[in-house]
């Protein structure tokens, strides 16, 4: 399936893209990321949250093709 | 409070002294309001490793940012007795000594007001998806985490 | 802390949202600041056995007044890490819907504001001699006893 | 000694003046109330404090000469 992931902040700076889609055969959110640290290696190192669909889930989550969103540390106010 | 929908809270660049003054005299025909608060958020001149801060540039995502700003609405309406409540936040560049976060909640008495206010605060602070990037004076930057 | 004088709190008649707006404005030059909590005390149009109160008048025994808000300034500043305070209260008539207490706080961080404007406003509350005449329409009056 | 006297709000209305001077030889408060309330009767139903030189005073205080003032309850904010 393709999967649509959104970039922000210090983390949209390492992937020097604000919106890719990605081509993802497996299932889990875990999966993913291993996917995304062989291209870009420097994110293993960042503190990140994932959202599915605007909702935060859990490295186990199974994706479901809705968009993604890699959400560094909050700095609202 | 179902016909309430998720708003726009956020405003290009830093939120105006004028735009509050302005915010406050709409609420003098509402007679009923004994209690405003007001919190502000304003961008500080750190200085980090001998370098200042002059702005803050933010981003947001923007979608599940205006949603969780609806839920944190939804949650507080339900928690207390307010008569109304304002959100709104900044976008895009705002220098040291601006505002960039205006939080606005009424109520006939007082008591429900501080309360209110200082939960809202924190959920904006722990739950919205606003990414904040430090300008330096050399247009060096680093990124801020809220604490 | 020793160089505070007493200051004259009282404003005649309401205190105007532009006056709010330029108090804010003022700030922006404090780049030391990341938040600001204010509190406005606003007239009510209370309904008491079918008459609505059309406006406050507003007296005190100034003197002892400006003493009482100064000792809660000090008292304030020596509990609470705050970069600057401001109090006004209305004298004379306030008609329903104005605002008749402004109390501003400002410091480095938010918690420390939310504390402090509380203390502030209970402060002042129970312990300042200002006396609040509830002007009807039918202009019968009652005199008003905070709770 | 004369006694400066200042009344406010709902007890200036009862007393119809905001000052006065009285003429009073004892020493206590009580002693002063006493003579207050037969000069004006209705004071008695009605809640005061009272200050002596801008501080509140107990009803055993002894005078000393400097400003009273009956202040009925607070209404600020």
Known sequence: ?77 | MKDRKPKNVFRQGAISSEFIGESIAKHQTKTSIGAHNIFLGQVRADKINDKEVVAIEYTAYEDMANAKFHEIREATFEQFELTCMHIYHSIGTVKAGEICLFVFVSSPHRKVVFEALEYIVEEIKAHVPVFGKEIFEDESHQWKVNN
Chains 1, 4 share one sequence.
């Open chain 1, 1 to 77: 399936m393709n999967i649509s992931i959104k970039y922000f902040g210090l983390i949209a700076e390492i992937t020097q893209c604000a919106h890719e889609t990605l081509i993802f055969s497996e299932s889990s959110l875990n999966e993913l990321l291993a996917q995304l640290y062989i291209k870009y290696p420097r994110l293993k190192e960042k503190e990140f949250q994932v959202a599915q669909d605007q909702e935060l889930i859990s490295k186990e989550t199974v994706l479901t093709g809705k968009e993604l969103a890699l959400l560094p540390p909050f700095a609202g106010g």
